[in-house]
């Protein structure tokens, strides 16, 4: 039930662009993005409806291919302040919530 | 001031003692929801409630039980504490509009069990 997230961790230096990835075996309703930094609070960044367009936050988007039950979540010329772990979670056609177990993403200098 | 707040933010215990994790919030969100958080888990849904009349059980509500005492209140117990429970929770809070929407995440409670 619980998405797969891939890559399970990426290093990036500034203004490299990445790519996070999450597919579920169950058909969606929704997938969400979370970035939690180090030692805090995770907190949202998106959310993509079924039939809806893909969104976009500051440098950071995401698509959503329902057909497939994946997502993709781009970060474009990343900046330091982009580290931390990224969490996708998928609301099923079953109204069941789940996140998957995140990509921590670290840029340096 | 914190939209979310979590008391205890520590607490150290023993196997089989009660322990009650409290969660209150000044969003006016009606849904509710505990989280516990494992290194290399994720996030899963331990319980959650869409109004103060509603709860539903999570991913991994066993050894849980919860209260929805107001619209603002969400507590967590731990009837008899193990120490597999050691873990970080986490309530979080989304307004009514969609079954999952945008949640708000209070700052967590380090729970640890001896």
């Known amino acids: 039930q619980q998405p797969v997230q891939s890559p399970q961790a990426v290093i990036l230096r500034e203004g490299e662009d990445a790519v996070i990835n999450c597919s579920s075996s169950?058909?969606?309703?929704?997938v969400h993005w979370y970035r939690q930094k180090h030692g805090e609070a995770p907190v949202f960044l998106m959310i993509?409806?079924?039939?809806?367009e893909q969104k976009g936050h500051d440098k950071i988007s995401a698509s959503f291919n329902e057909k497939k039950q994946q997502s993709s979540l781009y970060l474009t010329a990343s900046q330091l302040s982009y580290s931390g772990t990224y969490f996708c979670?998928?609301?099923?056609?079953?109204?069941?919530?789940?996140f998957g177990t995140g990509t921590s993403l670290t840029v340096i200098p | 001031d914190a939209d979310v707040t979590q008391t205890p933010r520590n607490r150290i215990t023993k196997t089989g003692k009660r322990i009650m994790l409290e969660c209150s919030q000044t969003?006016?969100?009606?849904?509710m929801y505990w989280y516990r958080q494992d290194p290399g888990l994720g996030l899963r849904l331990i319980y959650y409630?869409?109004?103060?009349?509603?709860?539903n059980k999570g991913e991994i509500s066993d050894g849980y039980s919860v209260s929805r005492q107001a619209q603002a209140k969400f507590s967590l117990s731990l009837e008899s504490a193990i120490p597999n429970q050691t873990a970080l929770y986490f309530c979080?809070?989304?307004?009514?509009?969609?079954?999952?929407?945008?949640?708000?995440f209070g700052p967590g409670t380090r729970l640890t069990v001896l």
């Open positions: 979080a809070t989304s307004p009514g509009q969609g079954a999952f929407n945008e949640q708000f």
């Open positions: 169950k058909a969606l309703y929704s």
């Open positions: 993509l409806l079924k039939g809806g």
């Open positions: 979670g998928t609301e099923n056609t079953g109204n069941q919530f789940y």
């Open positions: 969003k006016g969100h009606d849904r």
């Open positions: 409630s869409f109004d103060v009349k509603d709860i």
